[in-house]
DNA sequence: GCAAAAGTGTTTGGGATACACCCATGC
DNA sequence: GCATGGGTGTATCCCAAACACTTTTGC
């Protein structure tokens, strides 16, 4: 094959998870299709990768026609995850995706397109091709990686208090936390640095501020679970 | 471009690491390069992903052509690694390669060409594109996996010593373990089974033989480092 | 003073680490 | 009996887990 006949390659296509939290939940961005096939069901925003561009390219190219989201500038973390290639992307063949995950914050405020929508992961509506699996998997590696690296830094602002840090990594790992040693824990492991300004939120009592010391990713020396 | 204009899909190639041990060192398995680009420099086995087949597909064709090692006959352990799609693979444009890693025991016995072989990851020869890079991507991640998962059974044969067992960590993970606390671990985890034979090795003390609970990828409950 | 969220310490158990000697065999 | 690799136990330290009350503020 190599050798002789010509060569044809499969279609190549790439696909975004994206993943903020909002209210306290994990969403996923998702593109309701407006044509054929799975016309009418939702879809992670991808599209075709053409010669000449590298796979991200592509995907900031597409995700950003079809979503109105750059994941350069509006995404805290993008990451390549997994190529599917056993999907009929489209009824005429056989076509690869590569995917990738990013995480952001405020996200939806970037949308602009009206058939593009955050849902939270734990109630998905109808899903085109093979993505409700794509999700599943970006959901456990996004998982995975909260224990052993500081990840969570893309899904807050600049500056956060304890308790929504607390409320994130609960949000995302789909369990409760025990307060005191969360905080030693997150303290101890040197990840956060306090700031000396202060929230006060609704009208009790005020809560210091902190921020990442370095807003990128991390490997954690201890693993928090 | 997904509309309007006539899609052209870039090259779509495979390429394996294939692991083994050998003398308790690591070594990759790689191809010299009979023909331009690259003629005469050394290579992971890899070739071109047609439309219609899976890249497992095309990297089982590929690779057994190329070397005769079949990925998944002769392999204990395959999974998929990384794409990359910043190389010119070929002088004539943009290509994509779909990478997997593989790790197998005596994987040499099935090699069938002469320009074939397996180097030791720490003294590798001089590398076609960017495959050094993607043995180094290889190698961390098996290195991350043997911590958390119990991945070293694709090395071993079906039963082995325990000094055997440790070597084998040993020497992919680069650095010596304790052999008291090594075994109280390895078998406080579970995964082994002590068999009633015996191995007379030499002509000292013999070992006991062990064998592994499951010989399929597992997750450890405790991390191993 | 009360409602609401912020903040804070101690005890206990288990696993990780460090470390040195005796045992079984073939020659 | 000796050379070689196989096999074993204990003490210490640190981290993980469990657990409840006081503080600060706005109203």
């Given amino acids: ?35 054929e096939p799975f016309k009418g069901s939702w879809a992670l925003p991808g599209g075709y990768n053409a010669e000449g561009e590298t796979t991200l390219e592509a995907l900031k190219r597409v995700v950003a026609k079809k979503t109105g989201v750059h994941i ?43 058939n593009v929508k955050f849902y939270p992961v734990d109630s998905l509506p109808e899903l085109a091709y093979d993505h409700a699996e794509i999700i599943k998997y970006a959901h456990q590696r996004l998982n995975a990686k909260l224990t052993y690296t500081n990840t969570v830094y893309a899904f807050l602002p600049k500056t956060f208090t304890l308790t929504e840090l607390q409320l994130s990594y609960e949000a ?31 009208a009790y009592r005020p809560a210091h501020l902190y921020e990442f010391r370095t807003p990128s990713l991390e490997y954690l020396t201890r693993s928090l679970d």
Same sequence: chains 1, 2.
């Fill in 1 to 35: 094959m190599e050798y002789n006949s010509p060569y044809v390659p499969p279609t190549l296509t790439v696909d975004a998870v994206i993943f903020q939290l909002n209210d306290n939940k994990l969403e996923v961005l998702l593109v309701n299709r407006q044509s």
């Fill in 72 to 114: 350069i500038d509006d995404l805290s973390y993008v990451e390549q995850l997994y190529t599917f290639d056993t999907v009929a992307r489209d009824p005429r063949g056989h076509a690869v995706s590569v995917t990738y995950m990013g995480c952001g914050q405020g996200v939806n405020k970037h949308i602009t397109e009206s």
């Fill in 172 to 202: 995302i790992m789909g369990r409760p936390l025990d307060k005191r040693n969360f905080r030693k824990k997150i303290i101890s492991l040197g990840l956060i640095n306090k700031t000396d300004k202060m929230r006060r939120d609704g």
